[in-house]
Structures are given as C-alpha cells and as structure tokens.
C-alpha cells in the first residue's frame, strides 16, 4: 500500500490549512489511518488517528479543539484540518495505518506504513 499526503503549506499564526492522505487501496480498512508530525530535532509525535471500522477519533491533547480528523471512505482518503495555527506546529506531517487497531495508537512504533510527509510552516 502506498500513502500519498499532500496540503502542507507556509501560513502565519492563526491560519488555518487542511492535509489530505490517499491510500492505494483498502488495506487499512480493518485498522487505523493517522497523522503524526516531526519537528526539527524532536521525535516524531502523534497528532490524530481515526479507528477505521467504527469510525472513533483520537486526539493528542494539541491537537484537541484545533484540528478535526475526517476521511473519506470511499477513497480511502483522511484530512486533517488545522485551525488556529500556531508557531509551535510547525513539523513535517507524516500520515500512517496499520492493518488492525492498536491501543497504543499514539505510538509511532506501532505503525508500518508512512507516507512521504508534507511540511507545514507557520510563521509570522
């Protein structure tokens, strides 16, 4: 299965900006889509993930009230819309799935495909 993210973007502080990740086919189906972003020397962090079966979302707690999660099943597609935009998202956001669910989603260990990550600046 391939990933193909596009939609990152230079914007100023407050912007808003909206991701987009494509997978190949429906592998992910039965599992988890997500993002997770890296910033310039830190660890990649989770940001968003979305149970695929059932629908359920999760945020990180800098994500919540900000960025909303949404997919299109039928092209087996995941957005990430970005609201409020602050100097400290500024990362390379990295989308991801895994063939089930894992309870440990916020884990990048724990996911097996990335896409080619889109870089998202914000600055003033």
């Known amino acids: 299965v391939q990933l193909q993210a596009s939609g990152g973007g230079f914007v100023q502080p407050g912007d808003s900006l909206r991701t987009s990740c494509a997978a190949s086919d429906r592998t992910f189906s039965s599992g988890a889509m997500g993002w997770f972003r890296q910033a310039p020397g830190k660890e990649r962090e989770f940001v968003a993930a979305?149970?695929?079966?059932?629908?359920?979302?999760y945020y990180s707690d800098s994500a919540k009230g900000r960025f909303t999660l949404s997919r299109d099943n039928a092209k087996n597609t995941v957005f990430l819309q970005m609201n409020s935009l602050k100097p400290e998202d500024t990362a390379v956001y990295y989308c991801?799935?895994?063939?089930?669910?894992?309870?440990?989603?916020?884990?990048?260990?724990?996911?097996?495909?990335w896409g080619q990550g889109t870089l998202v600046t914000v600055s003033s």
């Open positions: 991801t799935g895994r063939l089930n669910w894992h309870v440990h989603y916020y884990n990048p260990s724990n996911y097996y495909s």
């Open positions: 979305i149970r695929w079966p059932n629908g359920a979302i």
